[in-house]
């Protein structure tokens, strides 16, 4: 999401930028964008789309100097467009920013009644005009960027640079990546290793809360609130093709870790946490609409029909409201009885599925009201929708979706809550119970990830099978498709998700020892059941792998027990997902099969 690229130094820096900002296009960008100091001026250029678009401007229009900031930018506040490209320029500052500022709407209220004129929709430009009205007041760069720390709240990577002084770059880092080359005679910033490669091994990673200064000379890190900070350079052995996977051997792998940060960022300035209601601007749903809500229809394809199938439990238990979920593919062919009173909900990662947009285009035009959750700022679905909730998962390269669905579940527990609040069928005290924790969850998932190496142990044990069943119930159901569609996709091994009931209703015939099958058994209203269920294929000597919370549930009925932290019934499947995409992906890697573009799939399904 977004890349960033400083340079100060004594070449020609254009190029640099956007070499760097190549090295960054694994992370989606839909505009770019450099400022460059040609020590006098600060020239910018930027541009609409991919970085040939900024190329072409550079080339009609160059800027020389050797000191100069670059970004991509994956839209998140406003469409992608190059007004709000970056970067952002108020009087002598230009800036470029990764991340969310969460107050922007309070501080542009107050900038504007301080007459200051915004140029972009965006929440970065905010930054640029609080730096530079810190210069006017005589403050030093460097402290006008700490001042300006003071009074922003949400995740950022900033770079900022002044037409006043050519010789220096400030950088501040909360939440969003930064990372810095130290080269002889010359400094580098970027949001990633891969582009500071070309010109440095010797890095230095900031931590949240700190900020620095680089010139030719070196670099100055001091925490915001003023301590020095004194830390060595570390030296890059990567090859630039692991750099750019951040040293994990595939996007999937790196993107399973990236969960946590992704949560974080879709829960990130949404939550009102004291009154359980979500900010409806971008949704377009406040409480008198939520009252007229007659029924809801997910709609969905692949991974983000199973959190859809998610969305409809919690709908209905949270917010009383008939929810159904249903395959966009199957939809419009069957004339479907959608209209007035209706909510549609269409869910996508890409935000450009062929049968989801067109299912929801279909209940569109019979007169539904059409909210999208989608992950891609300004695509084809959110563009058709009336409203959107966006799950800021940061772009997903490995086709086998994972951080965006549990970015997708989140979004929608998030917004079922919402929706119970405003209809009055969820109490403020459990909605705050629910909500506190909620947040915890990024952290009790970093827990679950650290078991990764157990999990590994496990994927060898069932390497060569040809066959698996996932078994869960209640919520975990869902859970148990998506673990199968995951292990199937990209490892090949056939497998079955079914809801734990249904097994004597015919899957049972499939048990035997070399049967693996995943059961789902969290301490939740329906494990006394799920344990039947078990029993059920135990006593086939089916070869058990339990997930769990409590140890002591499966010890002695499993092969296998993967633990992963106990929470509430509601956010359980955003913990025990963890377990089973490792389990596939490991299962896919040790069969040596092409894990982030398996055979056949597409990231991104545009014909029907
Ligand atoms: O972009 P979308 O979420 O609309 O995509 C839907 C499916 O194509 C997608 O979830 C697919 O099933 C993934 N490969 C699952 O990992």
Known sequence: ??????????????????????????????????????????????????????????????VHGTTGIGHTRWATHGKPAERNAHPHVSGDI??????????????????????????????????????????????????????????????????????????????????????????????????????????????????????????RKGARIETVAGVAVERAAVRITWSLMQAERGGYKHFMLKEVHEQPRALEDTLRGRVLLEDGLLEPGEMGIGVDDAKAIKRVVFLACGTSFHAALHGRYLLEALARVPAVAELASEFRYRDPVVGEGDLVIAVSQSGETADTLAAAKEAKERGARILAVVNVQGSAIARMAHGTLYTHAGPEIGVASTKCFTAQLAALTMLAIHLGRSRGTLGAEKARALLGEFVQIPHKMRTALEGAKHVESVARSILHTRDALFLGRGLSSA?????????????????????????????????????????????????????????????RDGNVIAIVDDESVAKDLATYTIKVPATVEALTPLLTIVPLQLLSYYVADLRGTDVDQPRNLAKTVTVE
């Open 1 to 62: 999401m977004c890349g960033i690229i400083g340079y100060v130094g004594t070449e020609e820096c254009a190029p640099i930028l956007l070499e760097g900002l190549r090295r960054l296009e694994y992370r989606g960008y839909d505009s770019a964008g450099v400022a460059v100091h040609d020590g006098r001026e600060l020239n910018v250029r930027r541009a609409a789309g991919k970085l040939t678009a900024l190329g072409d401007v550079l080339a009609r229009d160059p």
């Open 94 to 215: 230009a800036v470029v920013h990764n991340g969310i500022i969460e107050n922007h709407v309070e501080l542009k209220r107050s900038l504007k009644e301080q007459g200051r004129e915004f140029h972009s929709d965006t929440d970065t430009e905010i930054v640029a005009h609080l730096v530079d009205l810190a210069t006017q007041r005589g403050l030093d760069l460097f402290e006008a960027v700490r001042e300006t720390l003071k009074v922003i709240r949400g995740a950022y990577a900033i770079a900022v640079l002044s037409r006043a002084d050519s010789s220096r770059i400030v950088l501040a880092k909360n939440a969003s990546p930064l990372v810095l080359g130290v080269g002889e005679g010359v400094m580098l910033a970027a949001s990633d290793v891969p582009a500071l490669l070309a010109h440095s091994r010797d890095v230095i990673f900031l931590e949240d809360g700190e900020m620095a200064e680089i010139t």
């Open 479 to 539: 859970i148990a498709l998506e673990g199968a569609l995951k292990l199937k996709e990209i490892s090949y091994v056939h497998a079955e998700g079914y809801a734990g009931g249904e097994m004597k209703h015919g899957p049972l015939a499939l048990v035997d020892r070399d049967m693996p099958v995943v059961c789902l058994l969290p301490s939740d209203s329906t494990l006394e059941k799920m344990l039947s269920n078990v029993q059920e294929v135990r006593a």
